[in-house]
């Protein structure tokens, strides 16, 4: 095993956020290793957003450690995760409706300061990745929901991260967009030499593309595996209701 395989990208240690009674990250350990793709999957409610906000310094954990690269990053913002090479979008794009695709990205950048210290393509070049660049003056606003999916993710390659994590990326589009998108980003992923966790209900998106599949059920982490292994797992059929894989349901 080579050195930079055996230190983790990203290593949760027993983490915790309740809110009120409901815990809804309830004990997670988990290593995410560099170059991994790694799909989060569970139903609705079992945590997975909130492991994001978790991850990405929005939210403080009630208990347990976050370490990105050995670095003990609790009590940081999110902003420092930002800086630390932690990028994100969200489950519903988070954009400003009344700028161009290009003051998104203007946006973007100046949301997060002190970025000289990483190398990378600039961040024009993550418009052409999500084929945006010829739409570049147009309002954020006028375009359609997966084209704003896109511009969300040209927005977080341009702040060039080591770490990526996707919320759904793929969520309201039907199947030939969703493959369209799930190739951009596998292409930006391999083309940065990126890490990545991505939430998706798609089965067969998370079968094409995922390395390693984590499957989450009420806060907890109840396999974890290659698709094959958890395709095949007992209890990962039984959270999905008698085997919704094989008849390509979308979990709920
Ligand atoms: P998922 O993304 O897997 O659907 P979430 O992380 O959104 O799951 O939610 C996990 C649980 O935590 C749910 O029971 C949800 O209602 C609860 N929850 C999430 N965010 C909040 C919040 N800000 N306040 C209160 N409860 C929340
Ligand atoms: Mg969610």
Redesign the pocket.
């Given at each position: 095993m080579s050195e930079t395989a055996a230190t983790p990208v990203l290593e949760l240690r027993e983490l915790r956020r309740s809110?009120g009674g409901?815990k809804?990250v309830d004990g997670i350990t988990l290593s995410v290793l560099a170059g991994d793709v790694v799909a989060l999957i569970?139903p609705?409610?079992?945590?997975?957003?909130?492991l994001f906000a978790l991850m990405m310094g929005e939210l403080a954990a009630s208990a347990g450690e976050i370490h990105l690269d050995g670095r003990d990053m609790r009590r940081l913002s999110a902003r420092a995760h930002a800086r630390a090479g932690i990028g994100r979008t969200f489950q519903a794009p988070r954009l400003f409706a009344g700028l161009s695709v290009w003051e998104n990205i203007l946006a973007a950048l100046g949301a997060r300061t002190n970025r000289s210290d990483r190398e990378g393509p600039p961040p024009a070049d993550a418009l052409g990745e999500v084929g945006l660049y010829e739409r570049r003056a147009e309002l954020a606003g006028s375009l359609s929901q997966g084209q704003r999916k896109r511009l969300e993710l040209a927005m977080v390659l341009a702040l060039r991260p080591r770490l990526l994590l996707l919320d759904e990326p793929t969520a309201g589009m039907g199947v030939a967009e969703r493959a369209a998108v799930m190739e951009l980003v596998m292409a930006a992923v391999q083309w940065r030499r990126l890490t990545m966790v991505f939430c998706e209900h798609d089965m067969e998106t998370v079968f094409a593309h995922a390395d390693r599949v984590v499957v989450m059920d009420r806060g907890a982490i109840v396999a974890d595996g290659t698709p094959r292994e958890v395709r095949e797992d007992p209890h990962v059929q039984s959270v999905y209701l008698g085997g919704g894989f094989s008849h390509g349901g979308a979990p709920r």
């Open positions: 809110f409901v809804a569970g609705n409610g079992a945590g997975k957003s909130t």
